[in-house]
T-cell receptor, first 112, second 114 residues
Framework: EAQVTQNPRYLITVTGKKLTVTCSQN?????MSWYRQDPGLGLRQIYY???????DKGDVPEGYKVSRKEKRNFPLILESPSPNQTSLYFC???????????FGQGTRLTVV | AQSVTQLGSHVSVSEGALVLLRCNYS??????LFWYVQYPNQGLQLLLK??????LVKGINGFEAEFKKSETSFHLTKPSAHMSDAAEYFC????????????FGQGTILTVHP
């Protein structure tokens, strides 16, 4: 089954404790991205990747890092989480720009 | 910069009534337009997309949307609402200059009453 898998689904952490949210897709897609969803703001892009070793900032990249060492994986790293990063996070992949994006189930992160 | 405006953060309809969710976009180049649906505790699922073919686009679950360039709109409609349509709906736009980035509207929560 074609899918984007994120882990964990739910995470509560404390301010400053480094964390990684994993994302993996099995569709051999080149394009992957991370979004955060906040009430009344829709989804905003954090980072994206056009291919292996090619990443770039989206609209809200501050406080986040990403890497793309393999085509299928695109982890999101919060080096020092803060409460304003409490949000619902989605990973997405697509075969190319402007085609349908497939979304993971989401990771609900709470930073206390 | 692209932007997407969804008019109405909440829309409530009766079962069997027409569903109309509004979306207006701004884009300096011909856009690609999408509607996604999000059911509770789930990711986003594509309903339909416009990619410069027919202006009336049919999607899944009986939904359709019409691209109107003169109005920069891409409103989503369904003739008869079902209880199962209750969800949050997002309009999104991308274009050839945006490297595939989707710019989303704020979302519209659809409630369907019996």
């Amino acid at each position: 089954e074609a899918q984007v898998t994120q882990n964990p689904r739910y995470l509560i952490t404390v301010t400053g404790k480094k964390l990684t949210v994993t994302c993996s897709q099995n569709m051999n897609h080149e394009y992957m991205s991370w979004y955060r969803q906040d009430p009344g703001l829709g989804l905003r892009q954090i980072y994206y990747s056009m291919n292996v070793e090619v990443t770039d900032k989206g609209d809200v990249p501050e406080g986040y890092k990403v890497s793309r060492k393999e085509k299928r994986n695109f982890p999101l790293i919060l080096e020092s989480p803060s409460p304003n990063q409490t949000s619902l996070y989605f990973c997405a992949s697509s075969s190319s720009v402007n085609t349908e994006a497939f979304f993971g189930q989401g990771t609900r992160l709470t930073v206390v | 910069a692209q932007s997407v405006t969804q008019l109405g953060s909440h829309v409530s309809v009766s079962e069997g009534a027409l569903v109309l969710l509004r979306c207006n976009y701004s884009s300096s180049v011909p856009p690609y337009l999408f509607w996604y649906v999000q059911y509770p505790n789930q990711g986003l699922q594509l309903l339909l997309k416009y990619t410069s073919a027919a202006t009336l686009v049919k999607g899944i679950n009986g939904f359709e949307a019409e691209f109107k360039k003169s109005e920069t709109s891409f409103h989503l409609t369904k003739p008869s609402a079902h209880m199962s349509d209750a969800a949050e709906y997002f309009c999104a736009v991308s274009d050839s200059d945006s490297y595939g980035k989707l710019t989303f509207g704020q979302g519209t929560i659809l409630t369907v009453h019996p």
